[in-house]
């Protein structure tokens, strides 16, 4: 699908959609609970019904209507004598699935899309290896795996992605308890927080003690429960109102949440845009910015769009230590790099990140999105720069975790037509 979108000014008021790395996280404890639950989720996305479906697959009953997610749980004495789960583009899927289908001994293969196959499993492929499963060969496509986990101690490095630890700890209490130390400096701990969350939710007990996770419980999710907003998608219209000419408010977002993209306030302070907080809405409007130096190691998902407010801040802005876009839907420095030479904009690829000299005018361009959500977004958020419209190619691959950006993007006076 290509879509053309325009704008001089995006203002107003939206909704945050719902976090889909809580929705991942409370789907999985909701479907090994004890007993049936409800999860309210008020706007889904592929990622989220990619979970959905391994789920089912894996035994559960999930069904999502009109904003509820109904879950009867797996029945571990009838577990499927082979599984294939469909993982969609979703790399928590797959990574968090893995280590639980290996618990349960379930065999089975996950089906993967995109550049989904090309993602790495290691370290947590060797551990599981070491741990008496017997996964297919790294790249295969689809991804079989037979043989459990006999072993409830795992030991894994820390420093190359927080959702293989996510896994593991969901593994746990299918084994009946256990414990994960790591090694090395942990990245992304946020989400290890969001899942320690949700696992406590779940009546799960889950302690850090120094390097090592204890784990112990059996999972309880309550009967009812509520996926909060999301930060990472709000920051898109964050930024918006940075960079155009007049306030955009975003409602639903928790000042406490454990989601580590809420650093977007801090990041947008730091450029000098005027942030307000008041309740569950932040509001950000424009203000005269400046470059900053940015260290993307616990944020890598904003980098995209704080490319853009980089654009409209006068000086130089460098982004480091994100050398892990290189890994996610697209290249996610290449792309973002492409993205701004086809906008004019004055810029210097580096190996974990760029440099942005803002301040230049930029143009309206034809831009891919190779198909990655936040690049999508980040090109329809920069037309406030461009002095005409930009059409963006696989704009559909905003379904990924945002079905309805176009629709907001509209409510804030966007100008958008698909083609």
């Known amino acids: 699908m290509t879509v053309t979108v325009n704008t001089e000014a995006l203002s107003g008021t939206v909704p945050a959609i719902p976090s889909k790395s809580y929705a991942h996280r409370m789907l999985i404890c909701a479907a090994f609970s004890e007993k049936p639950c409800r999860i309210f989720c008020t706007s889904g996305s592929e990622d989220i019904l990619a979970t959905i479906r391994c789920l089912n697959a894996m035994g559960a009953a999930i069904t999502y209507k009109k904003g509820v997610i109904q879950v009867t749980p797996v029945d571990r004495t009838a577990l499927p004598s082979f599984a294939s789960m469909d993982c969609g583009e979703s790399g928590s899927t797959l990574r968090f699935l893995l280590p639980v289908a290996c618990a349960l001994g379930i065999e089975g293969e996950f089906v993967m899309h995109g550049r989904l196959s090309q993602r790495p499993l290691s370290p947590l492929y060797e551990e599981l290896l070491r741990h008496g499963a017997s996964p297919a060969p790294q790249g295969t496509q689809p991804f079989t795996v037979s043989g459990s986990l006999t072993d409830p101690h795992f030991v894994i490095a820390a420093n190359v992605s927080s959702q293989f630890i996510s896994g593991l700890l969901f593994a746990l209490p299918l084994m009946g308890g256990g414990t994960i130390r ?235 037509e698909e083609s």
């Not at 831009?367 to 704009?395: F, G, K, P, Y």
């Open 182 to 416: 790591m090694t090395g400096e942990i990245q992304s701990g946020s989400y290890l927080d969001i899942t320690v969350e949700c696992m406590r939710l779940a009546g799960i007990d889950v302690t850090l003690h120094e390097d090592t996770y204890y784990v112990q419980g059996t999972y309880h999710m309550p009967p009812e429960s509520t996926v909060q907003g999301d930060w990472s998608n709000a920051a898109f219209w964050l930024c918006a109102g940075a960079i155009g000419t007049r306030p955009v408010t975003v409602t639903g977002l928790r000042l406490d949440s454990a989601q580590g993209d809420r650093k977007i306030l801090d990041v947008l302070e730091r450029f000098g845009a005027d942030v307000r907080k008041s309740g569950d809405s932040v509001t950000v409007s424009p203000a005269k910015l400046s470059g900053i130096v940015l260290d993307a190691t616990d944020i890598p998902d904003l980098v995209p769009v704080i490319t853009a407010v980089a654009c409209r801040a006068e000086g130089e802005t460098r982004i480091e230590h994100a050398e892990r876009l290189r890994i996610k839907e697209s290249d996610r420095i290449q792309s973002v790099c492409a993205l701004l030479e086809a906008f004019g904009a004055d810029y210097t690829e580096l190996p974990d990140g760029m440099t942005i000299r803002g301040g230049t005018p930029l143009h309206g361009a034809v831009v891919s999105s190779c198909n990655d959500h936040r690049i999508a977004m980040t090109a329809a958020v920069m037309t406030l720069l461009t002095d005409s419209a930009v059409t963006i190619e696989q704009a559909e691959s905003v379904n990924k975790s945002y079905p309805s950006f176009y629709e907001d993007y509209r409510i804030l006076g966007g100008e958008e």
